[in-house]
């Protein structure tokens, strides 16, 4: 097994085939009896609900071998999505990993499953996943295999990644709270805009796709843009020269403020078929500033980026 701090995740969605991950033969219950459970290896199905079997009520973590595969995860998953945590007692990496899968499924409330693989005690399971390096996390929702993740991630992340997998599974998700990103809002909302930078700045320093802190950053930015200013004078200088692009570009911060993002990025649009060069990038990189503000799911911002497009090419 490669060093897991080095070694990057080589999933892709459906490149193993699930069905194949059956044990070879179906130990008798007098020889399971006889020779007992592998070291180290969780009981077999015949445990009982505790190992997460369709019918019972499944456990928050399980215990995932080579023999019970098949019913604890490919069976469970029909019904319950499983989150497979690849690890080993040598491995410091999993150490930080783990316990906040297990916070997680236990916070899940029966939502979904973690489900624990010993690689050293599963190689064979290990391999036929392609674990090239651990910590790693891989799901099945349904029977399929779905793209994870390999080494140690906020908890954050790790958090996210939990939901789209719930989501996949056709679970009804709640947004969860973040403390982190509430404290830099009520910075935000109360002035304090150099807290809030840190703030938001810190949180996309720990989750650089955070999409809430990066639209948390555009308006602290765009706050301190219109610091000081007189928005009707603004709106009239702008009004009175077209050509001004200081002046568009200030007068769409206030509209943007005053509730009128669509006609602010039509002002921009505008402004980006009348310039070229340097100040043309200039006009249409305050533009997606406020795109930015707004976040990616905006029908007015698809909608001007379109224009965008358009304006540019």
Same mark, same amino acid.
């Given at each position: ?22 044990? &070879? ?26 190992? !997460? ?24 998953? $029909? ?15 999993? +150490? ?6 297990? +916070? ?25 996943? @392609?674990?090239? !390096?651990?910590? $790693? #996390? ?17 908890? &954050? ?9 719930? +989501? ?14 509430? *404290?830099?809002?009520? %910075? ?9 930078? %840190?703030?938001?700045? +810190? ?24 610091? !000081?200013?007189?928005?009707? %004078?603004?709106?009239?200088?702008? *009004? ?6 200081? &002046? ?20 921009? #649009?505008? &402004? ?11 006009? @249409? ?20 980026? @379109? ?7």
């Amino acid at each position: 097994m490669s060093d897991p701090r080095t070694t990057p995740s080589i999933f892709t969605r459906g490149a193993v085939d699930l069905g194949a991950l059956r044990p &070879a033969s179906k130990p008798t219950p007098s020889a399971q009896a006889a020779s007992g459970p592998a070291s180290g290896a969780a009981a077999t199905p015949a445990a009982g609900p505790a190992t !997460g079997i369709p019918g019972g009520s499944p456990a928050a973590v399980i215990d995932v071998t080579e023999e019970n595969f098949q019913t604890t995860v490919l069976q469970l998953s $029909m019904t319950t999505p499983v989150i497979l945590d690849f690890w080993a007692d040598w491995c410091e990496p999993c +150490k930080q990993l783990s316990p906040i899968l297990e +916070k997680l499924a236990a916070e899940g409330g029966g939502s979904w499953v973690l489900g624990k693989v010993d690689v050293d005690a599963n190689p064979r399971l290990a391999q036929a996943l @392609r674990v090239q !390096g651990i910590p $790693m #996390v891989v799901a099945v929702v349904g029977g399929q295999l779905v793209e994870g993740f390999t080494g140690v991630l906020p908890e &954050a992340e790790v958090r996210r990644y939990v939901d789209a997998v719930l +989501k996949a599974g056709g679970v009804q998700v709640a947004p969860a709270e973040d403390p982190r990103m509430d *404290a830099a809002d009520d %910075a935000l909302m109360s002035g304090d805009l150099d807290e809030a930078e %840190a703030a938001y700045r +810190k949180i996309l320093a720990e989750s650089p796709q955070d999409r809430a802190a990066e639209s948390g950053l555009a308006q602290v930015e765009l706050y301190r843009r219109i610091e !000081g200013v007189d928005p009707a %004078a603004v709106l009239a200088k702008a *009004a009175a020269d077209p050509d001004d692009l200081d &002046a568009q570009r200030l007068a769409a911060d206030i509209e943007v403020l005053s509730g009128q993002a669509p006609e602010a990025y039509e002002r921009l #649009v505008a &402004a980006v078929k009348r310039s070229a060069g340097e100040e043309r990038d200039a006009v @249409r990189k305050h533009l997606l500033s406020l795109f930015t503000v707004a976040g990616p799911d905006d029908p007015a911002v698809a909608s001007a980026r @379109r224009a965008l497009a358009r304006a540019l090419f």
